[in-house]
């Protein structure tokens, strides 16, 4: 069946490192790629979307390429910040379909 | 409104009892979805509104569940003889199309049933 599969967390980092949170799914066609962020407290945001295979979604300096030939979209930041501290969600639209499909999340700390 | 507004943010129940939760969705969004958090087990579907069309009840996890939307905008999600794995946030969404155009999500309701 579709799924979604994210690198598991917690994950801490250093104020300014780079951040990559893997993201790989499993689904029939051409599905639209969404990363999906959660501040504590919060409810989800969007924080970025890609469409169609090799189109790059970025935002807030968060980056992340859909590749279908290795079926991945993984986030990406050159210079994580303490207000980067949250959770992301890795997720998916069927070509056609209504329902996001989620992954369960990693967990960022980013200490000063 | 602005956003989407879910009532109450915090619910505490006891085992047994019925419970109702509320979302009002962003005006003109014709579509409305429920999903469940549960820690540990990222998001989870509930079901999903679409218009004046019949409701996807898939997701739902038991006939304890059932959801309506009235008048296409607010809507009501509720749990019957509540359960202590019942125990969750229970997060709205509203889009004005498919999830291509990004849902817009509530604060949640964060149920505990003791």
């Known amino acids: 069946g579709n799924s979604v599969t994210q690198m598991e967390g917690p994950v801490t980092l250093s104020e300014e490192a780079f951040l990559t949170i893997n993201c790989t799914y499993t689904?029939?066609?051409?599905?639209?790629l969404f990363w999906y962020v959660q501040y504590p407290g919060e409810g989800l945001q969007l924080l970025l979307k890609?469409?169609?295979?090799?189109d790059k979604g970025s935002n807030k300096g968060f980056e992340a390429t859909y590749r279908k030939e290795t079926t991945s979209f993984h986030l990406e930041k050159g210079s994580v910040q303490v207000s980067d501290s949250a959770v992301y969600f890795c997720?998916?639209?069927?070509?056609?379909?209504?329902?996001?499909?989620f992954g369960k999340g990693t967990k960022l700390s980013v200490i000063p | 409104g602005a956003g989407v507004s879910q009532s109450p943010s915090n619910k505490v129940t006891e085992k047994g009892k019925d419970v109702e939760l509320r979302c009002d969705p962003i005006?003109?969004?014709?579509?409305l979805y429920w999903y469940r958090q549960s820690l540990g087990q990222g998001l989870e579907f509930l079901i999903y509104?679409?218009?004046?069309?019949?409701?996807?009840k898939s997701g739902l996890p038991s006939d304890r569940f059932s959801a309506e939307r009235t008048g296409g905008s607010v809507s009501t999600l509720t749990i019957q003889r509540t359960q202590q794995e019942d125990s969750a946030v229970y997060l709205c969404?509203?889009?004005?199309?498919?999830?291509?155009?990004?849902?817009?999500f509530g604060s949640g309701t964060r149920l505990t049933v003791v």
């Open positions: 509104f679409q218009g004046n069309s019949a409701p996807d």
């Open positions: 890609a469409t169609k295979a090799d």
């Open positions: 005006s003109g969004h014709t579509a």
């Open positions: 969404a509203s889009s004005s199309g498919q999830g291509y155009y990004g849902y817009t």
């Open positions: 689904a029939t066609g051409y599905p639209s």
């Open positions: 997720a998916y639209e069927g070509a056609g379909s209504y329902q996001l499909t």
